[in-house]
């Protein structure tokens, strides 16, 4: 009896020791701490792609070869649903990406060091002014606190296309929305889809459809309804939605719209050169790059691919106002140094470097996936080879000047909630088994919709 | 159970079964058949080559294991005692642990995710381990005792009588004895454990503590869906699964109908 | 039930059911009289117990509780603050109409899932027990399904489902081309191809259940029917299922509660879209608790809600299969 209640207890002890045994101790870093040329840290983030970023810490190893860098990437929501309870266990990655977006700032913020200070040494008092417009402001929480430091920014509102599938085809970039429909028939004839988007699931790209589209009824539109002082479904908005039904059922969008998200299903169209159009962000510029648009190719599941010559355009006029989209866009994504890191003074070598250094925001402009953040840098056309530089370049080139001119933001003003009202919206319109009245589908839209008040008066 | 006397009732069964078969084949085929999309046998080369490739599998049988060891005990000694031994108010006991039976481990993830955080235990294989174990447990638990309440109780009281302790009895009768039911509870939680998918993702975050079930995450990227390498992951995990079933097929049923189905 | 998981065992468990399940669940069993004289000698077996109790019970009803306390705040998790909002959580699942769908949506997959599982299970099981070449084959493709993990195969269903996909190639193949449809990301079918998605995964299930189950049948019951020149289907019908309720009441309140705590699949397959109309208890939870706007309070309150439909459901079928089931 008493072995047995003896063993009994040695299980319970056993477990109790293991409960409390496997404790981690949260590490307590100090945010005081002096930049240091040596040391090892973790960096977490949905983005770059991991090739890109082990160029960015292949570089910046080159100054400092003491302080080794390891960086995981995440696909988006598993990067939100890894990122908390990573930081509340205290084991956290050292440096991590920050948002703009859906009050991330704030989600995340508590966990970061305040990195004011640390530009301020770096940049000097007016540093602010050193980055993109209002970038900086956009990774401040809502006390205002400097969560982050801008890595990159972004813009969006313009179209890519297949500059092959269109010469095969025949057919010329639109610029309006009847020829539009025009270039999509002649696209359709040789077999091929003509835009391409992934609307289906959760995921917030199509609100850039959406806005896209906004912008050409009305440029203010868009962040008026963000902010509250207009309604989505006041006629501006009844008429995107429109549009958007209209685009699919004239053939523009195609029709395996709600199959998946952007990724992958847009993304792996255009890459296997199935779609002559698709809508992407600054981002895309990479795919330009000879060897870059290789690699996304074979991960779109071609074998042996051959790049096509993909080209910017401009987002046709489709509300016949006699403009298309102006670009939106702001700070893509920021780094933010986690206050419990044992490794402060490394990440923060590190984070001045990626950031505020000319020759670390040089390699953020020649992986052309991201506008530098600190103003003057542009891409180092030496270095790069695009799939076919004479058409590319002009207009990758003209891409940046107008993306970096953007005065309009993109996700930054406007609440998680209206983003999924929106994508909603847009999945019950491009639905041709949803029955209900546009009228009806925007009422909702603007029922579940919250407004920001992120950078308002 | 079929009378198929004649040649033609035996084609024509053969041929419904046929049939019949084929839906459970076409995601298999797709899955495989688009799995060599783009690289080919590169995709595979690609999935093995992932970083710490090894590890998640190893990570997977620890906690596989883990579970398997902490349930196989927990069931056993509870089965036991349920089945065997005297204890107070044992039916209202068995009853509560039953309750736990409608439980979805969904619901677990909240509060086990403030507790875990409160118990430091975050990002380490118990916070996968024990919720496992916890789901698991009254199921076996109740299988086992139908099972255990099937050997005859004169074979307890003759050993007792023999002067051999409680422990000793457990030890050399229960045990041996319920072999055939040990491999079926250790078939069941290695295929659930080894197929968690949820627990691990929320809770094992840490770079290289990755599960076999999110290996497939590692080519679904931001900027690279790379589905054909997803497709090829996928496959890869699934081969241990449905080997350990094919091999252990025949014991498992054994198991599951001496414990289920008396 | 998606693998051979917690649910599978529970279905082991339950198909005790008819024998087991509702025999171990009613105690005391086997013999009480004798039972009762002996019960004095038997020694304690409270620490026996105890292990396996702590686990389950401690961690899940202290889940539970806790799950009941967070309801009753909204709370983004982390270091957020946690603001006592009273019954409005539950106020607002129950005025929400996304919540009512996605009992809809449960109580279509329950039926249409248990459906193809009885009958599938007990046809496959009664062909594999009759002479049939390659049994063994068919046995695991048809066992495969079970016994893979959902989030392992599905990207393999999108790719069958999406409107590029194989089921679409199929239909085209078979002369059917004009009723291709974008099967995943249509309001009307994304619910269909979820379901059958279970199906494929369950069938398998009830197969492995009701095989062995057939396996103990007394072949001397079914020659007696065939003298008296019963035909197949008819004594497949009429004594071989009905010989097997328990394992049908069993797989009742197993698909059940997996219909109620359905996640997996159907986020990796349609994230509960388009527009909410795959949406399930699970993957609501689910986008409360990972989402970035998530509030922990309204995630266990319909927590709260799903073990209160799951425990009553279970008991009533329970109950009722009691009453009817003759007392052997």
């Given at each position: 009896m008493t072995k047995i209640r003896d063993t009994a207890l040695t299980g319970i002890v056993v477990v109790s020791l293991v409960l409390t045994g496997c404790a981690t101790n949260a590490g307590s870093g100090d945010a005081s701490a002096a930049p240091a040329n040596s040391g090892k840290l973790t960096w977490w983030g949905w983005t770059p792609d991991t090739p890109v970023a082990e160029q960015y810490i292949a570089a910046f190893n080159r100054e400092y070869p003491d302080i080794k860098v390891t960086y995981k990437n995440f696909e988006n929501v598993d990067f939100r649903t890894s990122l908390t309870p990573a930081l509340d266990s205290g084991k956290g990655p050292d440096v991590f990406d920050l948002s703009p977006a859906g009050g991330s700032a704030d989600e995340w913020g508590s966990y970061a060091i305040d990195v004011a200070p640390l530009a301020k040494e770096t940049l000097g008092s007016d540093w602010e002014s050193k980055f993109g417009a209002s970038y900086a402001k956009q990774l401040t929480d809502s006390k205002g606190r400097q969560v982050a430091l801008p890595l990159g920014g972004m813009a969006a509102g313009f179209i890519w296309v297949n500059q092959n599938i269109l010469q095969e085809a025949g057919a010329a970039i639109p610029t309006d929305y009847n020829s539009w429909v025009t270039t999509c028939k002649k696209v359709t004839a040789i077999g091929k889809a003509c835009l391409t988007m992934g609307a289906g699931g959760a995921d917030t790209f199509p609100t850039e459809m959406y806005h896209s589209i906004a912008n050409s009824v009305d440029p203010s539109y868009f962040i008026k309804a963000a902010t509250g002082r207009a309604k989505w479904n006041d006629p501006e908005g009844i008429q995107v939605l429109q549009i958007f039904k209209k685009m699919k059922e004239d053939g523009i969008i195609a029709s395996n719209v709600l199959d998946g998200g952007q990724y992958p299903l847009a993304n792996n169209s255009f890459m296997k050169g199935d779609t002559a159009m698709v809508q992407m962000g600054f981002w895309y510029t990479q795919y330009a790059g000879a060897n870059s648009c290789k690699n996304a190719m074979e991960a779109a599941g071609v074998s042996n691919p051959t790049c096509f010559v993909q080209l910017p355009a401009e987002f046709p006029d489709v509300a016949g106002k006699g403009k298309g989209s102006a670009y939106f866009g702001e700070v893509d994504y920021g780094l933010a140094i986690n206050a419990e890191s044992p490794n402060i003074a490394a990440a923060k070598t590190f984070v001045a470097w990626m950031t505020m250094s000319k020759n670390g925001q040089q390699n953020v402009a020649n992986a052309l996936d991201l506008l530098p953040s600190l103003q003057g840098v542009t891409p180092d056309w030496s270095t790069l080879t695009l799939a076919n530089n004479a058409v590319q370049k002009p207009l990758i080139e003209k891409l940046i000047a107008d993306s970096t001119a953007t005065t309009q933001s993109r996700q930054w003003q406007a609440t998680k909630e209206t983003l999924d009202a929106m994508v909603v919206a847009i999945q019950q319109v491009l639905d041709p088994t949803v029955k209900m009245s546009i009228e009806d589908i925007a009422a909702g839209q603007q029922k579940s919709s919250k407004t920001s008040t992120v950078g308002v008066g | 159970m079929f009378e198929t006397r004649s040649l033609r009732a035996r084609l024509f069964l053969q041929f419904g079964v046929t049939i019949a078969a084929v839906p459970f084949l076409i995601p298999i085929y797709t899955m495989v058949s688009r799995s060599f999309a783009g690289g080919g046998w590169g995709n595979y080369a690609a999935v093995i080559g992932v970083p710490g490739f090894l590890q998640f599998f190893l990570n997977s049988a620890i906690v596989a294991g883990g579970s398997i060891i902490l349930i196989y005990l927990a069931t056993m000694t509870a089965a036991f005692g349920f089945s065997k031994l005297r204890v107070w108010r044992k039916e209202v006991l068995f009853w509560m642990m039953m309750v736990a039976l409608t439980l979805p481990e969904i619901v677990l993830i909240a509060p086990l995710y403030a507790t875990a955080v409160q118990l430091g235990l975050l990002g380490t294989f118990w916070s996968v381990i024990l919720p496992i174990a916890a789901l698991q447990i009254p199921f076996t638990v109740l299988i086992t005792r139908g099972y255990v309440d099937g050997i005859p109780d004169t074979l307890f009281e003759a050993a007792r009588l023999d002067g051999a302790g409680t422990f000793r009895v457990f030890w050399s009768i229960l045990v041996p004895l319920s072999r055939s039911m040990a491999v079926a509870l250790i078939v069941l939680v290695l295929i659930n454990a080894w197929n968690s998918y949820l627990l691990p993702k929320v809770f094992?975050?840490?770079?290289?503590?990755?599960?076999v079930t999110l290996?497939?995450?590692?080519?679904?990227?931001?900027?690279?869906?790379d589905i054909p390498k997803i497709l090829a992951a996928a496959v890869v995990t699934a081969i241990p699964t449905i080997v350990t079933y094919v091999a252990l097929q025949k014991h498992f049923e054994r198991g599951m109908a001496a414990g289920a189905i008396r | 039930m998606h693998g051979l998981g917690e649910t599978s065992a529970m279905t082991v468990t339950t198909t005790g059911g008819g024998s087991s399940l509702l025999a171990t669940l009613r105690a005391p069993r086997r013999g009480g009289q004798n039972r009762r004289r002996v019960i004095h000698l038997l020694p304690g077996g409270l620490a026996w117990i105890l292990p396996g109790f702590i686990i389950s019970v401690g961690l899940i009803y202290y889940s539970i509780f806790y799950a009941g306390y967070l309801s009753f705040f909204e709370w983004g998790g982390g270091r957020r603050p946690m603001i006592p909002v009273g019954a409005k959580n539950y106020l607002q699942i129950l005025g929400d109409p996304i919540f009512w769908s996605a009992i809809f949506n449960t109580i279509i997959y329950f039926v249409a899932v248990f459906t193809a599982q009885v009958i599938g299970g007990v046809l496959f099981a009664a062909a594999m027990h009759s002479r049939i070449f390659l049994a063994n084959i068919y046995k695991i493709i048809i066992v495969i399904p079970v016994v893979v993990a959902p989030a392992t195969l599905a990207p393999a269903h999108i790719q069958v489902w999406q409107t590029d996909g194989t089921f679409n190639h199929i239909l085209e193949g078979l002369g059917l081309g004009f009723f291709t449809q974008g099967w995943i990301g249509q309001s009307t079918t994304s619910l269909l191809v979820v379901t059958l998605v279970g199906c494929w995964g369950s069938v398998g299930f009830g197969f492995i259940l009701y095989y062995a189950g057939m396996a103990q049948i007394d072949p001397e019951m079914l020659e007696a029917a065939r003298i008296d020149g019963a035909g197949n289907l008819r004594i497949l019908f009429s004594i071989v299922v009905p010989n097997l309720k328990a394992i049908t009441v069993s797989l009742a309140i197993l698909n059940f509660i997996t219909a109620l705590k359905l996640f997996d699949s159907v986020w990796l397959l349609t994230q509960g879209g388009p527009a909410h109309s795959s949406e399930f208890l699970g993957t609501m939870i689910y986008a409360e608790t990972?989402?970035?706007?998530?509030?922990l309070g309204l995630a266990t309150a319909m927590s709260v809600i799903l073990i209160i439909i799951a425990i009553s459901v279970s008991v009533i079928i329970q109950l009722r299969a009691r009453e009817r089931a003759p007392v052997s």
């Open positions: - | 094992l975050s840490s770079d290289d503590m990755g599960v290996l497939p995450d590692f080519f679904r990227r931001q900027y690279n869906d | 990972a989402g970035t706007s998530r509030n």
